[in-house]
């Protein structure tokens, strides 16, 4: 298994450009969700989804949308990109179902942003 | 007041000391989790505790719900082990609550 993978790995946006951070997962987890980890900060959720067709919103949603077509993918977009978005982004995947041992999350390795 | 927090903030050891990285919360919980942070960037999942202890390798991570209390130990800690631990708490929910991370140093 691949686990959980992201691209790019960096990114370089000027303001106002868009641009579609990829996420994707091959455990057939059900939940999958976005992280921005700034410096000081602890992870902070962007946006998540429960299945495919259903995302929510979580702590930082705005400028932000996602979407959830399949189990395996879960993209996340930037409509026009700001300097205040200048983060790391992490994706995740967990299956929260019958057993504790199910709720161990998996990260992919993060993609580094920067928006001039 | 976060809900999660952890102590201390930073930590510089020296190789070969016994560490120990403490995670208090306020809310009730399904799980505790401990994830660890290198340098390069990559989080992993270290441990998740409903109850009790778990051991792995040099790394022991303890759990009292009742104080809601936990601490992850690292004996005869190593340069290799310099990270940032983060604490997280599931409330059986999809959600985690995090702590803000652990920064630490391990001099050889």
């Known amino acids: 298994n691949a686990g959980v993978t992201q691209t790019p790995k960096f990114q370089v946006l000027k303001t106002g450009q868009s641009m579609t951070l990829q996420c994707a997962q091959d455990m057939n987890h059900e939940y999958m969700s976005w992280y921005r980890q700034d410096p000081g900060m602890g992870l902070r959720l962007i946006h998540y989804s429960v299945g495919a067709g259903i995302t929510d919103q979580g702590e930082v949603p705005n400028g932000y949308n996602v979407s959830r077509s399949t189990t395996e993918d879960f993209p996340l977009r930037l409509l026009s990109a700001a300097p205040s978005q200048t983060s790391v982004y992490f994706c995740?995947?967990?299956?929260?179902?019958?057993?504790?041992?199910?709720?161990?999350?998996?990260f992919g390795p993060g993609t580094r942003l920067l928006v001039l | 007041k976060n809900e999660v927090e952890q102590s201390p903030q930073n930590l510089t050891a020296q190789e070969g000391e016994f560490i120990t990285i403490n995670c208090s919360y306020s809310v009730g919980i399904s799980a505790l989790h401990w994830l660890q942070q290198h340098p390069g960037g990559g989080i992993v999942s270290l441990f998740m505790?409903?109850?009790?202890?778990k051991k792995h390798g040099r790394l022991i991570a303890t759990i009292n719900i009742q104080e809601k209390h936990s601490s992850l130990h690292i004996t005869a800690s190593h340069p290799r082990d310099s990270a940032v631990y983060i604490c997280?708490?599931?409330?059986?929910?999809?959600?985690?609550?995090w702590g803000a991370g652990t920064k630490l140093i391990i001099k050889p």
């Open positions: 995740a995947s967990r299956q929260p179902s019958a057993g504790v041992r199910q709720e161990t999350q998996y």
């Open positions: 997280a708490v599931s409330r059986g929910n999809y959600q985690l609550i």
């Open positions: 505790l409903s109850s009790g202890k």
